[in-house]
T-cell receptor, first 112, second 113 residues
Framework: DTAVSQTPKYLVTQMGNDKSIKCEQN?????MYWYKQDSKKFLKIMFS???????INETVPNRFSPKSPDKAHLNLHINSLELGDSAVYFC???????????FGDGTRLSIL | AQSVTQLGSHVSVSEGALVLLRCNYS??????LFWYVQYPNQGLQLLLK??????LVKGINGFEAEFKKSETSFHLTKPSAHMSDAAEYFC???????????FGSGTRLQVQP
C-alpha cells in the first residue's frame, strides 16, 4: 500500500483555470505538508496542518488554499493559475519533528 | 531561523569511487538533520536521519553521514559509488517548534562508468 498518495500525478492546464490536488496518507501521522519544487529543484514549504489545524502558512499567494477534512487528507486548491505556478507539488506527512517526513510522488503542474 | 547549504550543485564520480556530498547547517537549537534522495520523476526517499543520538549515522544503500557540531556539518558519504546512486540528493533540517523541513538546494550526483 502506498503510504502517501497524491492525485493527479500530472496536471496540464491553461492560465486562469482553477485546479485541485489531493493527498492522502495511511501512516496515521498527525501532520501533513505541501511543498513546492521549482524548475531548479529547490524545495520550499508552503503549508502544514496538524490534526486538521493550519500551523504553517508561508508567504504563498492567497490563490492557494489548503484544506484538511481529516488528519489523513490534505488537499490543495489553486485559483486563477499563473505561469509561475508551474512546478512539482509534493505532499508529505510526519508524526513528530524528530521523525522523517514521508513524501508522495509529486504532482507535476504545467501551465500553458 | 534555520538554513542549509549544500556545496556543489553537481558532483561527478567514477563507479567504485568515494562519494562525498557536503551539507552545512545553521540552527539556533540542536537540529534534526536528514538526507533525502530523489530519483527522476519520483518523490523524496529518506536516506538517513540524525536526531541527537550517535553522531555517525548509517542509512540505506550503504550511505552514512557524520554530524559535526563544531563544524555545523552533516556530510554524506558512501565508500564505493554504484551507477544506481545517480540522483539528486537533498540535505534538510528541522528546528524547534517547526516541523517543516528547510531544504538545501540539492546536489546532483553523476556516476561515470
Amino acid at each position: 500500500d502506498t503510504a502517501v498518495s497524491q492525485t493527479p500525478k500530472y496536471l496540464v492546464t491553461q492560465m486562469g483555470n482553477d485546479k485541485s490536488i489531493k493527498c492522502e496518507q495511511n501512516l496515521g501521522h498527525d501532520t501533513m505538508y505541501w511543498y513546492k519544487q521549482d524548475s531548479k529543484k529547490f524545495l520550499k514549504i508552503m503549508f502544514s496542518y496538524n490534526n486538521k489545524e493550519l500551523i504553517i502558512n508561508e508567504t504563498v499567494p492567497n490563490r492557494f488554499s489548503p484544506k484538511s477534512p481529516d488528519k489523513a487528507h490534505l488537499n490543495l486548491h489553486i485559483n486563477s493559475l499563473e505561469l509561475g505556478d508551474s512546478a512539482v507539488y509534493f505532499c508529505a506527512s510526519s508524526q513528530s519533528r524528530d521523525q522523517p517526513q514521508h513524501f508522495g510522488d509529486g504532482t507535476r503542474l504545467s501551465i500553458l | 531561523a534555520q538554513s542549509v547549504t549544500q556545496l556543489g550543485s553537481h558532483v561527478s564520480v567514477s563507479e567504485g569511487a568515494l562519494v562525498l556530498l557536503r551539507c552545512n547547517y545553521s540552527s539556533s537549537v540542536p537540529p534534526y538533520l536528514f538526507w533525502y534522495v530523489q530519483y527522476p520523476n519520483q518523490g523524496l526517499q529518506l536516506l538517513l536521519k540524525y536526531t541527537s543520538a550517535a553522531t555517525l549515522v548509517k542509512g540505506i544503500n550503504g550511505f552514512e553521514a557524520e554530524f559535526k557540531k563544531s563544524e555545523t556539518s552533516f556530510h554524506l558519504t558512501k565508500p564505493s559509488a554504484h551507477m544506481s546512486d545517480a540522483a539528486e540528493y537533498f540535505c534538510a533540517v528541522s528546528g524547534t517548534g517547526r516541523r517543516a523541513l528547510t531544504f538545501g538546494s540539492g546536489t546532483r550526483l553523476q556516476v561515470q562508468p
